[in-house]
């Protein structure tokens, strides 16, 4: 072994229990102590165990820093030659449940006649023990509220008319604070080779491509102006178009390049008097009495030119592929009948600037054009067009969110419906070949592409590589897509798809590398026949590791309203954390979903649970019947909005589950429905042609908060202070009730935030909460 030098060096210690191994580098390493705990969050969130937590001492008579999980707890940074105690340095540490990285830094000076040792002891007092802890030098982990917040993902993508480059956008936390950074990548397609990084500080968005040459363009913002930028890839050039525009909206560009159509917000004056008369219900809305209108600008010579004016905001559909008829919709109150709206669509000629009136109706979703520009490819709900698009049963009425696709001529303005009798919903739409429509769909649990032949009126679906495909752009000249997806076990990746050859080819994984040691659970399918006879499907989330010899907590998700639990990964309610942290999850889809046909969508109007708190608790025994590892004493359930009012109902009716967590839930339906800013018009198709005057069965008796009474589960209620889709008063009023009753209950608002919980650091507050509270009720008790 070669002798140290003169000069201090750094050196590596590997730490496991009652053995020090040494290895000799030049360089500062890290030291890698790997902690499995096991059951050590302890209500940690919610209710203190600080009493009981552990303490790290670490001992050594040089100098050392530890750092736990990246953050420094110890330092000791003078030698000590008499007084053994300054060797020492101690810390309590909170220790949730997972793999834990503790890195130490050793400095070693020849010229000190102490020994170079090191010596680290964790010490535990009730409830915890030495058997929670196991050591390991393996790189090997599961997955942690790092890999859910903190690791890059993949955003917006774009690709070039001759499929030559793409773009990615990619955006990463910066903890400890709710910063971020975003950056876009320029990928050629053709080997896949990253070109170029633009980053800089510059919040990039709205990324498109120029129809014509190798041009794409961007928006940048700053202090609430942004500027639109054209970047010429040919002569290496970036120009700003549009420069510091105040409330810019979205933009197209014109089919041969010479222009854009872009928007531009227009807000008025603050209101000075301390009273406001409503206009509407809409009227509550912070947003409602801005107006947006169109603008066109020249390319590249910038003159502009505004399009549209008046009482109601003018929305960009689409430009017709000769660039001479834009197409745009208004929006128009109507209370007299739901959706309590009709949407108007209008062609506006660009050389006479003469606009004329093409359509008027309900249940509108979206417009293109076709490529020779004689049709109109429309997505609406199934009753967009009265009953031309409906398959629904004798005496049901569809569910509008299932959203469908029609044809209409252009000179005739006869419609076909295309996907009547197709059971997948329609999330959009690609039209770019006469002969093929391309559309993103809600496919069960999954998010699926399918290519539509217009001349013999069939479905392919196309294999895409992952469960849940995200966005998806296709190449205006040529057949090649990119797209985003992930899946039940795999994190969102970027991918490039020849639509010729069928086949696809990774492009971009920013988070590969974090995710190269992360160990997951096995996913599989677990459905089950309802009352009905009709097949109820779910999926099984395991632990790492999992034994079916032992006995194991499970947490039940589900939504129950009118979309599906898509199998995408992670995301606010990640199943793969849950199963990361020991316990077995079970997802299930209960009726009235989208992406099953409309006969089985139609059976969420007009129900509001009762179906599907009958599924889930009809689903749950019988899972927990076929599956004799899970312990039938720590069951818990958990869902959000919608799920979160199916929680606090299925709570009035059994007692199967052990603990509950309601995120955003509706406890009094009328409340919600009169009080929400989208409340009335959600139930213009969950409760169509119901008020709360004429259907005290819904209203009423669905509701929790009328049944308080019967709720013996310890429920955890979740809320954003600042909710305008489930009022903070829908969680507030069960949890006084729950109170006054004497029962479990603990409420956690979180400050500042609406529906989602979206800042850095309250989403991370939150995303523990939840788990802490399953550990105390399924764990610890």
């Known amino acids: 072994m070669k002798q140290p030098s003169t000069s201090p060096v750094y050196r590596i210690i590997v730490l496991v229990p009652t053995m020090l191994f040494f290895c000799f580098f030049l360089k500062t390493h890290a030291t890698e102590i790997s902690k499995e705990t096991r059951n050590l969050d302890k209500w940690l969130q919610v209710g203190p165990f600080e009493e009981h937590l552990p303490a790290l001492e670490l001992s050594s008579p040089q100098l050392f820093r530890c750092f736990l999980d990246g953050e420094e707890i110890g330092k000791k940074t003078a030698l000590s030659k008499k007084n053994a105690e300054k060797n020492s340095v101690s810390k309590e540490i909170k220790l949730e449940t997972g793999k834990h990285l503790l890195v130490v830094k050793l400095l070693w000076n020849p010229g000190s006649s102490q020994n170079w040792r090191f010596q680290a002891k964790l010490q535990f007092s009730e409830p915890f023990h030495r058997s929670d802890i196991e050591n390991s030098i393996s790189p090997l982990h599961r997955m942690n509220i790092r890999h859910l917040l903190d690791d890059p993902a993949v955003g917006n993508i774009s690709i070039s008319p001759q499929g030559k480059y793409a773009t990615v956008s990619v955006r990463r936390a910066l903890p400890p604070g709710d910063d971020s950074e975003s950056w876009l990548e320029l990928w050629r397609v053709k080997d896949g080779r990253l070109l170029q990084t633009f980053r800089g500080g510059m919040k990039i968005g709205s990324v498109q491509w120029a129809p014509t040459g190798e041009r794409f363009s961007y928006t940048s913002s700053e202090k609430e102006k942004n500027t639109l930028w054209v970047v010429d890839l040919k002569n290496g050039t970036t120009t700003a178009l549009l420069e510091n525009i105040k409330n810019l909206d979205s933009y197209t560009w014109s089919p041969d390049g010479h222009f854009i159509v872009y928007g531009i917000t227009e807000k008025p004056e603050k209101e000075k008097k301390p009273v406001k008369r409503l206009s509407s219900p809409r009227d509550r809305w912070p947003t409602w009495r801005n107006r947006s209108f169109l603008y066109r600008v020249e390319y590249p ?465 939150w995303t523990r909460t939840i788990v802490a509270w399953f550990d105390r009720w399924l764990i610890v008790s």
């Open 301 to 765: 010579a910038g003159k502009r030119q505004r399009l549209t004016a008046g009482r109601l905001t003018t929305t960009l559909q689409a430009i017709r592929p000769d660039g001479r008829l834009l197409l745009f919709s208004r929006e128009i109150e109507d209370y007299r009948e739901r959706p309590y709206g009709k949407t108007q669509l209008f062609t506006m000629n660009l050389q006479s600037f003469e606009v004329d009136s093409i359509w008027e109706g309900t249940w509108f979703g979206d417009a293109r054009w076709s490529p020779d520009g004689k049709k109109l490819l429309l997505l609406g709900g199934p009753s967009m067009f009265g009953k031309l698009g409906q398959n629904v049963p004798e005496g049901k009425l569809p569910n509008e969110y299932d959203q469908q696709a029609y044809l209409m001529d252009f000179g005739s303005k006869n419609v076909q419906p295309l996907t009547k009798h197709f059971a997948p919903s329609i999330r959009s739409a690609i039209w770019n070949d006469p002969g093929t429509i391309y559309f993103s769909t809600i496919d069960h649990s999954y998010r699926t592409l399918y290519q539509y032949d217009l001349k013999s009126g069939t479905f392919t679906r196309i294999e895409s590589g992952v469960e849940v495909l995200n966005n998806v752009r296709i190449a205006r000249n040529k057949p090649i897509a990119i797209y985003t997806g992930s899946g039940a076990a795999s994190p969102k990746k970027a991918y490039l798809l020849d639509l010729k050859k069928k086949k696809y080819r990774l492009l971009s994984d920013p988070a590969a590398k974090s995710f190269k040691n992360v160990r997951f659970g096995k996913v599989e399918k677990w459905n089950f026949q309802n009352e009905r006879g009709t097949t109820i499907e779910g999926r099984i989330y395991y632990p790492p590791d999992f034994k079916p010899s032992e006995k194991y907590p499970c947490i039940v998700y589900y939504y129950g309203g009118t979309s599906p639990v898509g199998r995408d990964f992670a995301g606010r309610y990640p199943k793969n954390y849950w199963a990361a942290n020991g316990y077995v999850v079970y997802v299930l889809q209960p009726s009235g979903a989208t992406g099953f046909g409309q006969a089985f969508s139609s059976l969420h109007v007009n129900d509001w649970g009762k179906i599907v708190a009958d599924e889930i608790i009809n689903g749950v025994s019988q899972f927990l019947a076929a599956h004799p590892f899970i312990d039938r004493d720590r069951v818990g359930a958990i869902g959000a909005s919608y799920g979160g009012f199916m929680t606090e109902l299925l709570l009035t009716k059994t007692d199967i589950f052990a603990a509950a967590v309601s995120h955003a839930g509706i406890s009094s339906i009328s409340s919600y429905w009169g009080e929400g800013y989208w409340g009335f018009l959600y139930s213009a198709v969950a409760t169509a042609n119901s008020f709360p005057w004429n259907r005290k069965d819904i209203y009423v008796d669905q509701s929790a908060l009328f049944s308080a009474d019967k709720i013996n589960t310890p429920l955890l209620l979740l809320h954003g202070t600042d909710d305008t889709n489930v009022p903070p008063g829908e969680s507030i009023q069960l949890y006084t009730a729950l109170k006054l009753l004497g029962k479990t209950v603990e409420h956690i608002r979180v400050q500042g935030q609406n529906h989602l919980i979206m800042t850095y650091s309250r989403r991370k507050i």
